[in-house]
Each structure stands twice: as structure tokens, then as C-alpha cells.
């Protein structure tokens, strides 16, 4: 029998039809990844970490995969290039991915996006390799990522804090 995990996703992005893009994600995700278990609503934030006049629109998805989490994560970058993501950006020149955003003279840069997708937990699973951090190390600071979180998940606990969502959410 195959393992069936539930993989926590943030979908989100400020540039074009931002409402129609997370649309087309919730579906592309349900045929590439797994069946929708939940959805939140969608939240509205400014940037994070830059300066943009276009504000975010974000939602958390939760998907029941049999998919590695390697595979959700390859499932990921064929859907946010197919709205237009480089995703030659997140590799270094040994081809590991690259754990934050581009990186111009060791700074982190943010900036406008059509899409971004980010797994924040897979099931309870703790992973840090090369390609992949779960749970995603910014989560417990981000108040876009935690707001629509707590609607669909507040008595989960995260998996190395211990701390459920709502108390995650509640210490911002």
C-alpha cells in the first residue's frame, strides 16, 4: 500500500491575475500532486522583505499526496514555469538548489512575482538537504503565511517548534 502524506502548501504572487493564477495552481496542483483536503481563503499582504506597490494575494493548500516530497517539489517548479518562473534561478552552479531567493552580492533579494509556491510542511516530516528545507524555515515569522494557515490548520504543530499554528500566529 502506498504512503499517503498531506503536504501543506503556500501559493501566492502580486503580478497580473493574481486570483485566476491561484485558481489555475489549486487545479494544476489536485492532477500533479494530490487530492485538495483544504483550502483557505485568500489573504491579501504587502511585500515581504522589499518594497512593491502591488500587494500579495496568498492561500494554503492542503494536498493528500503518495509523492516524495522531492517529487511534490519537482510537481512545484513545473507548474510555477509554466507562469513564467525562472527556475534556473534557484541552482547554484553544482545544480543543489538554492535555499532562499537569487542572491546578488550575498544579499537576499525579494521581488514581484506571478506565482510562488512553497511547501511549508509534509505531513510531520523534518527534511534539510540540498534541495529542500520542511518545515519551511520562515514560516513562524510571516504573518501571510500563518494568517491563512490558522483558518484551515490552528491545532497543528509544527513539527520542530512543537507549537501549534494558532499559538505560532497569536506570537506575531
Known amino acids: 500500500m502506498e504512503r499517503k502524506t498531506e503536504v501543506v502548501l503556500l501559493t501566492g504572487g502580486n503580478l497580473g491575475n493574481i486570483r485566476q493564477t491561484l485558481?489555475?495552481?489549486?487545479?494544476?496542483?489536485?492532477?500533479?500532486?494530490g487530492k485538495l483536503r483544504a483550502e483557505s481563503s485568500i489573504y491579501e499582504s504587502p511585500a515581504w522583505g522589499?518594497?512593491?506597490?502591488?500587494?500579495?494575494?496568498?492561500?494554503?493548500?492542503?494536498?493528500?499526496?503518495?509523492?516524495?516530497?522531492?517529487?511534490?517539489?519537482?510537481?512545484?517548479w513545473d507548474m510555477e514555469a509554466a507562469y513564467g518562473k525562472d527556475i534556473r534561478s534557484y541552482f547554484d552552479t553544482?545544480?543543489?538548489?538554492?535555499?532562499?531567493?537569487k542572491k546578488i552580492d550575498g544579499t537576499t533579494v525579494y521581488r514581484s512575482r506571478s506565482i510562488d509556491i512553497d511547501i511549508l510542511f509534509y505531513?510531520?516530516?523534518?527534511?534539510?538537504d540540498d534541495y529542500l528545507t520542511v518545515p519551511h524555515p520562515l514560516l513562524p515569522?510571516?504573518?501571510?503565511?500563518?494568517?491563512?494557515?490558522?483558518?484551515?490548520?490552528?491545532?497543528?504543530?509544527?513539527?520542530?517548534?512543537?507549537?501549534?499554528?494558532?499559538?505560532?500566529?497569536?506570537?506575531?
Open 123 to 128: 505531513g510531520n516530516d523534518v527534511i534539510d
Open 50 to 76: 522589499f518594497k512593491s506597490e502591488f500587494p500579495f494575494l496568498n492561500q494554503a493548500l492542503v494536498l493528500q499526496t503518495a509523492l516524495s516530497a522531492r517529487e511534490v517539489l519537482a510537481a512545484i
Open 23 to 33: 485558481a489555475d495552481i489549486r487545479t494544476l496542483a489536485q492532477d500533479k500532486i
Open 94 to 101: 553544482k545544480g543543489r538548489k538554492i535555499k532562499s531567493e
Open 141 to 172: 515569522y510571516r504573518r501571510f503565511v500563518l494568517e491563512p494557515l490558522n483558518e484551515i490548520m490552528p491545532d497543528f504543530r509544527h513539527p520542530v517548534s512543537g507549537k501549534t499554528v494558532r499559538e505560532l500566529y497569536d506570537s506575531l
